[in-house]
């Protein structure tokens, strides 16, 4: 993994959707292994933020600088309902490549141990639950071998052992010389971890009822 | 940062494509049946003359063939981009173009190629002459590929919208008329024995321009439609 003292710095950072800023300019360096929370209420931008990162939306204003490119985990768990757990691992370790050059039949079957979908991996995409579907979509995080990762909500939908199980993934990654950025809207954080944090404000003008 | 080769990642998404088309065969058939329907309609609404259906019998399965391969257009890249798997694929790193014509590949192989082998069935049902019969699949196994790729740019521009339906059939078919006259034509002249490689000649040359020039827009269309 390629160890960059920086991974990701953000100047000004802003987004305007029809006319109006989605939120209030941004700022913020990200050092390899270090993890970045970004907290606000709901609507507040945190996911334009993350998509903007990830570089699926053009910034408005401000500049991002990343010298390579980040592992995105949306809302979207980029399953397929119907295929299996399995192939739909299979096929994203194939499309996307694995860390190893040669993965053999071993490291899905371990992807699928380690995110605990062993007993559902024969299972179709329709049949697993909002939690399991996290999980599978986070199964990404275990062959990728981007250095940024950037995570929306990751801990929604997961039960303890699935937060914890998270927790270690994130961990293992950040000491090997990783960083994250990580939105939350509060109630579930990371425990255990030294962070940063970034507190959003939507840009949007309160609405002030009728005008008079 | 490793990033799959292109010839891997354009095998994987084939591979997968062809996996979800024989999970979903129900939603395939359907363009299928519809094209077997119309024919079979054509000759009980305008009455069932031998001499009528032979002459409007080029027309009539290319209209339909083009009717059929716009219903499975829509779902061309709308379940991808409705449960993420269209944007982890741009952030792939993998050229967007390489990802459309994968998509449209498969498309063809599994919704237009079944219309090029079901024509001489479609051809002896409308009384088509046996002079035309050739001509024909081979004008449909030019035609086609080439609806699908034109059709993937109206697809591409038209799925971040709930029901872009009607809009992408309004959007493609413009774009279909000249292989539709070119195709009838080159069978009409065929049936009456007159030569038909030049209209053959120009839908192949159709072919090649959109093969080149399609997955650019369908990407550029992806990028806007992800935006």
Redesign the interface.
């Given at each position: 993994m390629p160890i960059n003292s920086h991974m990701l710095s953000i100047s000004g950072l802003s987004f305007e959707r029809y006319f109006e800023r989605v939120f209030e300019p941004v700022s913020f360096d990200l050092a390899a292994g270090s993890l970045l929370l970004v907290t606000g209420a709901n609507g507040c931008g945190k996911t334009t933020l993350l998509r903007l990162l990830a570089g699926l939306l053009e910034p408005s204003e401000g500049e991002i600088h990343c010298p390579q490119q980040a592992l995105y985990a949306g809302h979207n768990p980029a399953i397929k309902d119907d295929l299996s757990v399995e192939e739909n691992i299979r096929f994203w370790m194939r499309f996307m490549g694995t860390r190893k050059s040669n993965p053999g039949n071993g490291l899905c079957q371990q992807i699928i141990e380690e995110i605990g979908l062993a007993p559902v991996a024969l299972q179709e995409g329709r049949t697993l639950s909002a939690g399991q579907r996290k999980r599978c979509s986070l199964a990404r995080l275990l062959f990728c071998d981007e250095a940024l990762w950037l995570l929306d909500e990751p801990y929604s939908n997961l039960d303890h052992e699935g937060i914890v199980m998270l927790d270690r993934i994130l961990r293992a990654h950040l000491d090997a010389g990783g960083a994250c950025v990580m939105t939350t809207h509060g109630s579930l954080r990371p425990e255990g971890f030294d962070l940063q944090e970034c507190h959003m404000q939507s840009g949007r003008h309160h609405y002030a009822g009728a005008a008079a | 940062?490793?990033?799959?080769?292109a010839p891997?990642?354009f095998?994987?998404?084939l591979?997968?494509d062809f996996?979800?088309a024989y999970?979903?065969r129900a939603e395939l058939l359907q363009p299928l049946v519809f094209l077997l329907v119309v024919i079979t309609l054509f000759p009980l609404g305008v009455g069932p003359s031998p001499k009528l259906l032979a002459n409007i019998a080029p027309g009539v399965i290319w209209i339909a063939a083009l009717l059929a391969s716009v219903l499975s257009l829509d779902s061309l890249f709308r379940?991808d981009y409705?449960?993420?798997?269209l944007?982890?694929?741009?952030?792939?790193?993998?050229s967007l173009a390489l990802i459309a014509l994968a998509r449209t590949v498969a498309h063809w192989l599994v919704a237009g190629l079944p219309i090029v082998l079901l024509s001489p069935l479609l051809a002896m049902w409308m009384n088509l002459p046996d002079a035309g019969v050739p001509v024909l699949i081979k004008s449909l196994a030019i035609g086609t590929p080439v609806l699908s790729l034109i059709g993937a740019i109206g697809g591409a521009l038209t799925v971040s919208l709930k029901r872009g339906g009607q809009l992408l059939s309004l959007l493609v078919f413009p774009l279909y008329i000249p292989l539709l006259i070119l195709a009838t034509s080159a069978v009409s002249a065929a049936v009456v024995e007159l030569p038909y490689t030049g209209q053959l000649g120009l839908m192949f040359s159709g072919l090649i321009g959109a093969l080149t020039l399609a997955p650019f827009a369908t990407a550029a269309a992806l990028k806007l439609s992800?935006?």
């Open positions: - | 940062m490793s990033r799959q080769s891997t990642a095998a994987a998404l591979r997968r996996l979800l999970r979903r379940s409705e449960d993420g798997t944007e982890q694929m741009v952030l792939s790193g993998q992800l935006s």
